[in-house]
């Protein structure tokens, strides 16, 4: 067995779903699979759960039940895959957003600032981008977007360029030489959140985080069954501000439509929570990961 975190709001998320033993559930970040196996519990012999991971760790925690399928694909193919299994409409969606602990811990991937190694941060190992071939090979132009936009680094423009200037001399493939590099861009009363705000862009970067998202969540109005649950975690705000929209105007960006009598046309979703439900204090010290975790839960129309 893989070991990966203690999944936040563990009992929220299940309680969100509202499962009905017969129905088809879908896990669309299996991870170590503290989610499934919690579903699969409440599930009846005729139930049905799918689950997603790119990761191709995550296949070690694979459940044996025959009510169980593991996808090895990113859950930007969740329709494709649900059509399938021919388990389409489903009667609720569960995404566990963000990096596990697990790939955190994991120093040859090379997500965390706490290790030496190389440059790489793939989800899925199988993708040919790495975060070295971004900080090589990228613009100016777009090293400046992807830390102003998903890392929302105060000195984006002095970072990008410095980065630029290192690179004439010596090609950045290792994690330890890369935060040397960019050291005079660093904010010295909070160096370690500054690295963390640098490689959550490298990250989401390198495995199309928001654009797998973006797309995931409009498929999710399209495989749900009418009262149908859709249940997301996320930890940053960029995340969330999608999953946020996505339920109250049925799209990410731009007003809502609205007929004659004011009311909301072509929303697909109506919120259960109006405000995301986050974890408790005694939840916090027991998983600190949690302290970020925001929920929303939407039912389809």
């Given amino acids: ?24 559930y879908v896990d669309v970040t299996f991870g170590g699979g503290g989610h499934s196996k919690e579903i699969l519990k409440r599930l009846g012999d005729k139930g049905r759960l799918i689950a997603f991971d790119q990761d191709e760790d995550a296949e070690r925690n694979a459940i044996k039940d025959p009510r169980f399928v593991l996808v090895r694909q990113n859950y930007r193919f969740l329709k ?4 399938y299994y021919d388990a389409i409409p489903v009667d609720g969606i569960l995404a566990d957003l963000g990096i596990s602990s697990y790939q955190i811990n994991e ?17 899925n190992r199988e993708s040919k981008v790495t975060a070295a071939d971004i900080l090589n090979q990228y613009s100016e132009e777009k090293l400046l977007k992807i830390f102003s936009q998903y890392g929302e680094v105060h000195n984006s423009k002095t970072l990008a360029k410095k980065i630029v200037e290192v690179r004439k001399e010596t090609k950045l493939t290792h994690i330890d030489q890369f935060k040397e590099a960019i050291r005079p861009c660093v904010d010295k009363q909070a160096e370690s959140q500054y690295y963390a705000k640098v490689f959550q862009a490298l990250r989401i970067e390198v495995n199309e985080e928001l654009e797998s998202l973006k797309e995931m969540l409009l498929e999710t109005a399209n495989v749900l069954a009418t009262q149908g649950r859709l249940v997301v975690l996320s930890y940053h705000s960029l995340e969330d501000r999608l999953v946020k929209n996505i339920i109250a105007k049925g799209q990410f960006e731009g007003e809502v439509e609205k007929d004659v009598f004011g009311n ?3 929303n697909p979703f109506k919120a259960i929570n109006r405000k995301p ?15 970020s975790a925001k929920l929303r839960i939407a039912e389809k129309n």
Avoid at 80 to 83: A, D, E, K, M, V
């Fill in 1 to 24: 067995m893989t070991t990966y975190h203690e999944p936040a709001l563990l009992n929220e998320c299940i309680e969100a779903l509202d499962i009905k033993p017969d129905g088809v």
């Fill in 80 to 83: 494709n895959f649900l059509r």
């Fill in 107 to 123: 120093a040859e991937r090379g997500f965390s600032i706490r290790y030496e190694a190389e440059l790489d941060m793939r989800m």
């Fill in 264 to 266: 909301q046309k072509n």
């Fill in 277 to 291: 439900i986050e974890a408790t204090e005694e939840e916090v010290k027991r998983n600190p990961r949690s302290r």
